[in-house]
Structures are given as C-alpha cells and as structure tokens.
C-alpha cells in the first residue's frame, strides 16, 4: 500500500485547494494511477483499520444488482456505507430521513431505493429498446470465450441516469475492464472523483476482491488492479487525519482467502466466502464524510 500512501503525500504536498459541491473545500490532484500486483498480498489498508465486512457486502450488493439500500442491509445489516448519501437523497427529495434510518424500517416513501446505482447500471443497463443488459455477466463470458477481446468493459456511468435528482449519488468508480494474458487476469478501474482518505482504501480493497472473484469462477490467476483516478482529493477537514495515517509505518499486506464450494458464477459469492489472513493494521482514524 506504499503506492496509495505516496499518492496522499502527493495531494498534501502539491493539491490545488478547490471548492466542491459539499462546501467543505478539497486537496486535489488530477491524474493519478497505482498498480497493486495481487500476488504479493491482498491491498488491504494497514496504517489504519480497513472496513472489511462493509467492503464485502457493499460488493456483493453491487453484484447482485440491487439499487435499494434495504438490500444492502440485508446482506450485513451493520453496513453504513451509503447511509449519509441515502439521507441526503430523501432530504433531496422533501423526504425526513429519521422515518428510515433509525431502523430497519421503510417508512419513507422511497422505501429504500436509491435510484439507478452501481449495481443497477453493472446488471441492468438499459438499451435502447428497453432491453436490460448484464454488462457484468457479458464481461465474464468474453474472458471465458473470447478473453483476447479488447471490449471486456463493464460502464456505471450513464448521463441519462446519473443525474443528482435521480440517483443517490452518481457513479464515482465509473468504469472498469478486464484483461487476460497468458493464465492471468487484470483489472483496471477508472474513478472520476476519489475520496482519498475514507473512500480510496474501500475502493482499492473492492474491486480487487472483485478481481479475484473474476478470476476464482474463470480459472484464471488473479494479477494486477490497475486503479485510474481523475479528481483525487483529501477534504480539508481530514488533512489531519490524513498526516497521522502518513506518520505511521506499513504493515505486511494479508492474504485473501476464498472459500472454494464450486462456485461457477458471480452470482454465487456470499459474506462467509471471504477472509483475510494475517491482517495486521493500526487502528482506525475517524473523519467527516462530506455529503
């Protein structure tokens, strides 16, 4: 994680402060990319506590193509990911946040959707004929049978849905393709706006579990993740936090274990699959999201 950690030094020491849209103000950089080479341990933060259950279950909700909050809940019901986004999308929509989120209820009229989000745009994109396309399905069948193909892509970012009336929040990690060579499986996976400190080590820990899922059901060796980012940024309000993850030393990473019950779809992946070996990590540092 000695790349990811560079990149922070990088917007402390060279980001040009900007506005946002949160009014909390940003640290950013333009143009950043890291490779995380899968066999030498799994990208798991270790200068502080990485959100594991969280990561996997937001994963597998994004997988099984759900846009609902309440899905999510289901798959680990102490998951808050999406919480503050889900409140501020209700507040958007002249809706009180406290009649859902207090429990797990459904008392608010959205009953928990959260418009067309990852896993609706992953699983169900829209064609122009109002036919559906499982972009992530179609993925895993081209490097199955054709993993020479330079089309393996699966697209999150849809201009006619990704509006801010429309969507809890528009797609940030917006694009992401596969690639095979000689036994081996890559992703790469472009991000258009990065949280660096809360959201980046979420991000980095996801897809590349995503990888491996990938390359467990293809008979592949999972490789590199290849993390492409536009807008990096530290929030103003985290540059302390940011600076004491800086100051500590890196861990040795874990290793990834997965669970091998047959699995032949992506589909089939459940919590209990996955864990971490030898996961050694200083402890957490709390900040603010910025909604």
């Known amino acids: 994680m000695n790349t990811y950690l560079a990149q922070l030094q990088q917007i402390l ?6 506005g946002d849209r ?3 103000g940003t640290l950013s950089c333009f143009g950043l990319q890291a490779r995380y080479h899968l066999p030498d341990g799994f990208p798991a933060v270790t200068t502080k506590k990485l959100v594991w259950k969280s990561m996997v279950s ?24 999406w919480d503050l986004n889900y409140a501020d999308y209700l507040r958007r929509h002249g809706l009180d946040p406290n009649d859902d989120m207090s429990d797990d209820s459904t008392g608010d009229e959205s009953n928990g959707d ?31 049978h054709n993993p020479d193909s330079r089309r393996i892509i699966v ?28 036994g081996k499986l890559s992703l790469l996976m472009y991000q258009r706006s990065a949280d660096m400190f809360l ?15 990938v390359a467990h059901i293809t008979g592949l060796q999972a490789w590199d993740f290849i993390h492409t980012i536009a807008d990096a940024h530290i929030y103003l309000d985290a540059v302390p936090q940011c600076r004491l993850q800086l100051a500590r030393t890196p861990l040795p990473l874990a290793q990834l274990e997965i669970v091998d019950r047959g699995q032949t779809s992506i589909d089939d992946f459940v919590m209990t699959d996955f864990s971490l070996t030898d996961y050694q990590c200083h402890p957490a540092i709390h900040a603010n999201m910025a909604v």
């Open 22 to 24: 949160t009014g909390v």
């Open 199 to 213: 959201g980046v080590p979420l991000n980095i820990a996801s897809y590349a579990l995503l990888l491996q899922m």
């Open 155 to 182: 697209n999150a970012w849809n201009p006619a849905e990704s509006d801010p009336q429309s969507v809890a929040l528009p797609p940030c990690h917006a694009f992401f393709q596969f690639y095979v060579a000689d």
């Open 58 to 81: 937001e994963l597998l909700w994004f997988i099984s193509g759900s846009g609902n909050i309440n899905d999510l809940k289901k798959i680990y019901a102490h998951n808050k990911l």
């Open 13 to 18: 020491d060279t980001g040009v402060q900007r």
């Open 114 to 144: 959260m418009g067309r989000v990852y896993g609706q745009q992953w699983r169900h994109w829209r064609g122009p004929n109002g036919e559906q396309i499982d972009q992530l399905s179609d993925a895993i069948e081209l490097i199955r």
